[in-house]
T-cell receptor, first 110, second 117 residues
C-alpha cells in the first residue's frame, strides 16, 4: 500500500500561536482530506481538496493541495484550547483507494 | 438528525467471549467500513461493504466477522479468536453510488472502546 508520512507526530503550542502540519508521500494523489479527532471520538472531516495547488479554508483552518500532488498542508491560525486533538490526512491514490496518515497530535497550552 | 451512531461507547469483555459492536447510519450511504485504531497508530481496515448482503475483508480481518442485512446497519463481531482485541473501533460510511468503495470520502461514527479483561 501507499505510505503517507505525517509530521510532526506531536506538537505542543501556546494558545494563540499558529500551527502547521503536513502530509507527504513519494506517490501522486488525486484528492486530499483532513480530519480532526477529538479524544475518545471519531474523526470529523474538516477540509477536502481536489486539485493541485488548491487552497481551501474552513474558519481558522487552511489546507493546501501541494503543487507536486505528493503532499498537503494544514495550517491553524490563532490556536485555541478546543483545537486539541489528532489531525489525520487521507490521500486518494489512483482514484481507487484512500490511504490514511498516522496523525499529528496537537496540544494547546492555555 | 442524520449521522452515524455506534453503540455502546464503552464495552468490556472477558477473554474467550464474543462481543458485537453496533453501527447504524441514516445517511442513505451504500458503503460502510470498520476500522481499528490503536494508540499512536493510523486506522487499519477490518471489513467493508459496498452493498447489502455483500462484504469484503480488509487488512486485518482475522478474528472478526460482520453482516450487512440492511443498508443502515453493519454490526461487527469480535470473536474469541482475535488475539488482541482491546482497541478503539470506528465505523464509517461513504455516500457514492458507482464510485469505487475505497475511493469514497468516509464519514465516521463516534467509536466504541473495547477493553478485554
Amino acid at each position: 500500500g501507499q505510505q503517507l508520512n505525517q509530521s510532526p507526530q506531536s506538537m505542543f503550542i501556546q494558545e494563540g500561536e499558529d500551527v502547521s502540519m503536513n502530509c507527504t508521500s513519494s506517490s501522486i494523489f488525486n484528492t486530499w482530506l483532513w480530519y480532526k479527532q477529538d479524544p475518545g471520538e471519531g474523526p470529523v472531516l474538516l477540509i477536502a481538496l481536489y486539485k493541485a495547488g488548491e487552497l481551501t479554508s474552513n474558519g481558522r483552518l487552511t489546507a493546501q493541495f501541494g503543487i507536486t500532488r505528493k503532499d498537503s498542508f494544514l495550517n491553524i491560525s490563532a490556536s485555541i484550547p478546543s483545537d486539541v486533538g489528532i489531525y489525520f490526512c487521507a490521500g486518494l491514490y489512483n482514484f481507487n483507494k484512500f490511504y490514511f496518515g498516522s496523525g499529528t497530535k496537537l496540544n494547546v497550552k492555555p | 438528525d442524520g449521522g452515524i451512531t455506534q453503540s455502546p461507547k464503552y464495552l468490556f469483555r472477558k477473554e474467550g467471549q464474543n462481543v458485537t459492536l453496533s453501527c447504524e447510519q441514516n445517511l442513505n450511504h451504500d458503503a460502510m467500513y470498520w476500522y481499528r485504531q490503536d494508540p499512536g497508530q493510523g486506522l487499519r481496515l477490518i471489513y467493508y461493504s459496498q452493498i447489502v448482503n455483500d462484504f469484503q475483508k480488509g487488512d486485518i480481518a482475522e478474528g472478526y466477522s460482520v453482516s450487512r442485512e440492511k443498508k443502515e446497519s453493519f454490526p461487527l463481531t469480535v470473536t474469541s479468536a482475535q488475539k488482541n482485541p482491546t482497541a478503539f473501533y470506528l465505523c464509517a460510511s461513504g455516500p457514492g453510488q458507482g464510485i469505487r468503495v475505497h475511493a469514497q470520502i468516509q464519514y465516521f461514527g463516534p467509536g466504541t472502546r473495547l477493553t478485554v479483561l
